[in-house]
């Protein structure tokens, strides 16, 4: 009897220490040569990381990729041959052990040709629209701070402009009328007022 409670105990705590296998593991940013694998975990599993398979589809050799001490739930897959179909398995793990793996995930890497082809001269990913957007901000702050520049200068030259006007006759003809009153025989160049050092 003491022998069959034993058991019991130990399939009970046994149990207490099963996680449920990862859910929705999904293949995101499937690029030629890589591909990123996303899952959830059911809260309350005590899960302290995580671990990989991927396969290819015809291939036995199996790639592991094993994490601990990490609560993320998504795994670059990297050194993917492009049109190759691949299986990917998520486990949990914990301290007591690995969950069950998840369902399998069939998919395939695209061509380099495909990839390419799939994106038009006029598509415009997320990625490129932020930059397009900082740069255009850039842009547009580097304008602003050139035109503002621009306008002091011309608001300088109109300023200069006028007291330069200001301090000259008004015309050739009073210059000459005045410089011929003032001017003597003997000083043509109205000697009374300037004198020739």
Known sequence: MSHTLMRCAWEKRENDTLLSAPLNVTIRELEVNSAV????????DPVIGFAITQQKKDVRMLRFIQEVNTTTRSCALWDLD???????????????????????????????????ASKSPDEVTMEEFGQAAQLRAGELIIIVVVLIMWAGVIALFCRQYDIIKDNEPNNNKDKAKNSSECSTPEHPQGGLLRSNV
């Not at 694998?37 to 309350?44: A, M, P, R, S």
């Not at 690995?98 to 040709?113: I, M």
């Open 37 to 44: 694998v996303t899952w959830e975990i059911l809260e309350g």
């Open 82 to 116: 492009e049109d190759t179909e691949y299986i990917v398995h998520v486990q949990s793990i914990s301290m007591g052990g690995s969950s069950p793996p998840s369902q399998p995930v069939l998919f395939r890497t695209p061509k380099e040709s495909e990839k390419m």
